[in-house]
T-cell receptor, first 117, second 114 residues
Framework: DTGVSQDPRHKITKRGQNVTFRCDPI?????LYWYRQTLGQGPEFLTY????????KSRLLSDRFSAERPKGSFSTLEIQRTEQGDSAMYLC???????????????FGPGTRLTVL | GESVGLHLPTLSVQEGDNSIINCAYS??????FIWYKQESGKGPQFIID?????DKRQGQRVTVLLNKTVKHLSLQIAATQPGDSAVYFC?????????????FGRGTSLIVHP
């Protein structure tokens, strides 16, 4: 257990439905990352936050995807009008960035596996 | 045992052997590299990292070698154990301005036979 938790662990939904995932990072970590991972592939970066500010988004993050980190602690990732191609593992990671050492090791959660029927 | 990453995604070794997992990275501007281990049903777990100003770094039972000339990274695991069975990913950092946004390779599955 890395200290990063994600909920739910599994989600099955029908095409066209909206889904929301939650990530709780390690409490003192100020950066939070979202990734998507499909079977047999490495994780692909989606977006990241430093505190509550969303600093970068991948072009993979279509308009149907939105992420928030309203209080700089937990984060949510929402997918609207899900498509079968959205089926994947959604991973969250957190890290502590400091002025002296820059960004540091990312700790990953167990992921939320999404299946869109 | 030794793998060549994308061309041999599965590496099978006997317990106690040394394992070498290879990775070719794409961006010559990458300056930070990490090896991750991912067990079934879990997220990736940091193993060891190396910055581009180094060519070798050692950890506990693991060594990472970096050859910037040919853009090649390897992970050596000494005395491989059944618990080392997992998928191993290399990741290169192509971020800037203090951000760290890793690009992951495809991964190599390591199977350790007792």
């Amino acid at each position: 257990d890395t200290g990063v938790s994600q909920d739910p662990r599994h989600k099955i939904t029908k095409r066209g439905q909206n889904v929301t995932f939650r990530c709780d990072p390690i409490s003192e970590h100020n950066r939070l990352y979202w990734y998507r991972q499909t079977l047999g592939q490495g994780p692909e970066f989606l977006t990241y936050f430093q505190n509550e500010a969303q600093l970068e988004k991948s072009r993979l993050l279509s308009d149907r995807f939105s992420a928030e980190r309203p209080k700089g602690s937990f984060s949510t990732l929402e997918i609207q009008r899900t498509e079968q191609g959205d089926s994947a593992m959604y991973l969250c990671a957190s890290s502590l960035v400091s002025r002296t050492s820059g960004d540091n090791e990312q700790f990953f959660g167990p992921g939320t596996r999404l299946t869109v029927l | 045992g030794e793998s060549v990453g994308l061309h041999l995604p599965t590496l099978s070794v006997q317990e106690g052997d040394n394992s070498i997992i290879n990775c070719a990275y794409s961006n010559s501007a990458s300056d930070y590299f990490i090896w991750y281990k991912q067990e079934s049903g879990k997220g990736p777990q940091f193993i060891i990292d190396i910055r581009s100003n180094m060519d070798k770094r050692q950890g506990q039972r693991v060594t990472v070698l970096l050859n910037k000339t040919v853009k090649h990274l390897s992970l050596q695991i000494a005395a491989t154990q059944p618990g080392d069975s997992a998928v191993y990913f290399c990741a290169e950092n192509i971020g800037s301005g203090g951000s760290y946004i890793p690009t992951f390779g495809r991964g190599t599955s390591l199977i350790v036979h007792p």
